[in-house]
């Protein structure tokens, strides 16, 4: 090294030369700066801090969300297209995420008021894979009663008023007050002698019913899921009973938005589903 | 040289060439010829460029593009915020009264990225690869792009401060511009994810407009922070490789173009100062036309600057087989 680049050349060097090296070592400097920054998008991506709850039918390769992240064109069509508004686009802290729809359960979570999934048909390059139809073939995660002590069920107790309180302004669709448009979860108050709000909400479990009436959601069929997603079970003593989760769950995680305790007693973890309701990185969302 | 191979060059950053005086036309050097006989001088360009100045139509292509630009953004807000569907989506990826319209270079990364293409983003790919294939060269970029708009009031600024001596326009190569092209490709395909996407200013400030800002905004004010500063138009000139992709669409013999004439043409310069690829505009240099009109490369955005400022006119709009644009 030291022989191939003396500090001060004998012979004198032309300034054409002279800045044409500079502008090269110049030129290489943006060329790393911009690389390594680009690198630093892939950081949240390789620890796995960007793991989120997707919408409906994003690609998942063994729940790895690699794939989704790949295909995602970062369009937002699938917010623009969500009547409870519960998509949103992640920001630069997701590094290579940044653009990427995402669901916060708890403050709105997926009720599939759509019907057709609407998300899904909006995504223009398949990151919402086409291959399912309806809400119950979806596999967003899979519901845990992550504090059975602090359920009100597990408790034998009742549940009055508004579910999360005046403030919150998460929405759903109550087929009975309005067929077509969602309204807000604080001007829908409950009175329960024993509360089953994660069951009574769960649009898995709506739909099943409304089928068992025989009134299919949309007169389809098609539309009825072929497993239930959750059941509240009696206890022992006949008084208190426990959610719990079945293999219909798709994750949407409306159980975990509904939840009256807070933090909520039932979550929806991510990186699991129905199919494969084994846990792949351990932890949960 | 054909119009593409010109254009190619211009993309990868290769130094423009010099035409010996063989390679130019016998036309051209009589027109030459006939300038050296009645040199302009310094204060008759003056002159002219001070009556130009004041001439009503002085900013009539910026101002039709920043319009255009504006409200394609706008028409992507509105439709959104309004729920009229008439413009879905962002400029990454959007449906226009429900036709699929997809950004190349976005859709170009999330192929090489995913490996897959699903029907709905080629047809998205080939209506707009259609649409700027019609406007030509780099016309997406001033015309669509919101960054290019801000980044065009940064280098107004930047103009300002450089004058006082506060801030500096410090050169690259050009050519660094196809290297970040074929890294950012090769990202995509090794690590699997849209690298690009994550810096790309376009992006982010069309998602900002239309779903609200973030802190994404921070990575678009530090670039442009560096312009202002550091390097003018810096991210255009030197890094996005979403101008090459249009570029490269672009210089496959697009109809429309700008067009230069060497007959009238003083020499000053006016037009290589505004533009931000200057380097397009190399024919304008007094020896270097090879023809009396010239077809400016892919390389150039199409944003009128020159046309606007050229005194003589010698720089124009035309449409293959059509004359002038109005």
């Not at chain 1, 943006?30 to 690389?35: D, Q």
Request: glycine fraction near 8%; include cysteine; proline fraction near 6%.
């Amino acid at each position: 090294m030291t022989t191939a680049t003396p500090k001060r050349p004998a012979v004198k060097v032309s300034p054409r030369k002279e800045q044409a090296r500079r502008e090269f070592l110049r030129t290489a400097g943006l060329a790393l700066g911009m690389a390594g920054a680009s690198l630093l998008g892939l950081l949240p991506a390789l620890g796995g801090a960007n793991a989120r709850l997707r919408p409906p039918g994003a690609i998942k390769h063994r729940l790895q969300e690699q794939e989704f992240l790949a295909a995602c064109i970062k369009c937002g069509q699938c917010v623009q297209v969500c009547p409870v508004e519960a998509i949103r686009l992640a920001d630069l802290t997701d590094g290579v995420g940044v653009g990427v729809p995402h669901i916060e359960a708890r403050e709105q979570a997926c009720d599939f008021s759509c019907d057709g999934l609407q998300c899904v048909l909006a995504c223009p390059t398949g990151a919402l894979t086409h291959s399912i139809d309806y809400p119950a073939q979806a596999r967003m995660g899979l519901a845990r009663l992550a504090r059975p002590d602090a359920c009100l069920a597990a408790q034998g107790k009742g549940f009055r008023g508004q579910a999360r309180g005046p403030d919150f302004r998460g929405r759903l669709r109550y087929e009975d007050v309005d067929r077509w448009n969602p309204i807000a979860v604080a001007d829908h108050p409950y009175d329960l002698p024993l509360c089953d709000l994660c069951v009574r909400q769960c649009p898995i479990e709506i739909r099943i019913a409304q089928c068992e009436s025989g009134k299919p959601p949309s007169g389809d069929p098609n539309q009825c899921p072929p497993r239930h997603a959750i059941r509240l079970e009696p206890l022992a003593d006949g008084v208190d009973a426990l959610p719990r989760v079945e293999d219909g769950c798709v994750g949407c995680g409306v159980c975990e938005m509904i939840c009256p305790v807070d933090p909520a007693a039932i979550v929806v973890d991510i990186d699991r589903d129905a199919d494969d309701p084994i846990a792949v990185r351990g932890g949960s969302a | 040289m054909s119009y593409f191979t010109d254009s190619l060059r211009q993309l990868i950053g290769a130094k423009p060439r010099k035409p010996t005086p063989d390679q130019i036309p016998v036309e051209v050097r009589a027109v030459y010829a006939e300038k050296r006989k009645e040199r302009l001088t310094e204060a008759a360009l003056r002159a002219v460029e001070h009556e130009h100045d004041k001439s009503p139509g002085r900013h009539k292509w910026r101002n039709r593009r920043w319009m255009t630009l504006i409200l394609v953004n706008l028409l992507f807000v509105i439709s959104y915020r309004l729920d009229i569907q008439l413009v879905e989506g962002a400029l990454t990826g959007s449906r226009v009264l429900g036709f699929h319209m997809a950004d190349l270079n976005s859709a170009l990364q999330v192929m090489l990225a995913y490996k897959h293409v699903v029907l709905n983003l080629l047809i998205g790919t080939t209506t707009v690869f259609v649409l700027w294939w019609l406007l030509g060269g780099r016309t997406f970029c001033s015309w669509a792009c919101p960054y290019h708009l801000i980044a065009e009031w940064a280098e107004a600024l930047h103009l300002k401060l450089a004058a006082r001596g506060w801030a500096r326009d410090t050169q690259f190569h050009r050519g660094v511009r196809a290297v970040f092209y074929v890294v950012f490709a090769l990202l995509a395909v090794l690590t699997g994810y849209t690298v690009f996407e994550t810096l790309s200013p376009t992006g982010i400030l069309s998602r900002a407009l239309i779903y609200g800002p973030g802190l994404a905004l921070l990575w678009v004010l530090a670039l442009l922070a560096f312009e202002v500063l550091v390097s003018r138009r810096a991210w255009c000139r030197y890094i996005c490789p979403i101008g090459i992709t249009y570029g490269l669409v672009g210089s496959l013999a697009t109809p429309i173009r700008v067009q230069y004439n060497v007959e009238s043409c003083h020499h000053e310069g006016d037009c290589r100062k505004v533009c931000m690829v200057p380097h397009v505009l190399d024919v304008t240099i007094r020896g270097r036309a090879q023809a009396v009109d010239t077809d400016i490369g892919a390389d150039c955005t199409r944003c009128g600057l020159c046309v606007d400022v050229c005194p003589t006119s010698s720089l124009a709009f035309k449409v293959k087989g059509l004359g002038g644009l109005v």
